[in-house]
């Protein structure tokens, strides 16, 4: 048997269509890169166009396809327009990854109400506004298809200084696992993918040297993630063979952060 032959079968992604809500930001965007490096056309979803073209002419670069949509991840309107443009434009969807993020250090009696109301927003009711797009498109369709939500190791772990961002993590994982049982019958795989210390734009803020210190110690692997590192992950996921019986699993790349005690 030829390896690649059986590798390309097993992860390929030829002839699906995947779209990255939050796939102009950094770790999203190297997902992005990830799936149109395994043949699937990327639809990377945002606000910032500077940032989407940058990312699409990586793409382009290596031969792959992919296209900009610039909405409002926790507005249905604004998720049912694109749902319309990647059906008219590409004629299916097959993976949708679910990774809007924003964060923010202040201490928990510090926390105003429209901070709360905006990281609450944009981490889980995008993912929620998301799965109710997509996921009931996915399941009337009959086709099957692969939602990923990008989850938190503060959603699985308390964390200090991201009360309202663990929060709404945590929330984004009990929502997945519950339309993973839901939607099982009809195809429809549901999965959290669990990032550890990665420094994305929502975390350098926070990333202050006594805060890397911790976080170092208690990494065995002893450094932060680097992007590219999620996308192995991903295309586990993705993938209709490589994935087919995973839905509702929590998959964590953390360089052991959540293994370790003392």
Sequence with gaps: MNP???????????GRVAVIVGGTGELCGAIAEGLAAAGAETVLVGRDGGKAGLRLGKIAA??????????????KKEMESLLETVLGRSGRVDIVINGAGVNSPT??????????????????????????VFGGHLVGAGQGGSII??????????????????????????????????????????????????PAEQNRGILKADRVASIMGHTPMGRFGESAELVGATLLLAGERSGSFITGSEIVVDGGFHA???
């Design 62 to 75: 290596a031969g792959g396809r992919a296209w900009f949509h610039a909405a409002e991840a926790s507005s």
């Design 4 to 14: 690649d032959s059986f590798l390309g079968n097993l992860f390929g992604l030829t």
């Design 149 to 198: 939500n990008i989850g938190s190791m503060s959603g699985l772990l308390p964390l200090s200084r991201v009360f309202t961002y663990s929060a709404a993590k945590a929330a984004v994982h009990n929502l997945s696992r519950n339309l993973a049982r839901e939607w099982a019958p009809h195809r429809v795989r549901v999965n959290t993918l669990v990032p550890g210390f990665f």
């Design 260 to 262: 370790m005690s003392i």
């Design 107 to 132: 201490p928990f009696l510090d926390i105003p109400e429209d901070e709360f109301d905006r990281i609450v927003r944009v981490n889980f009711k995008s993912v929620f506004i998301g799965c109710q």
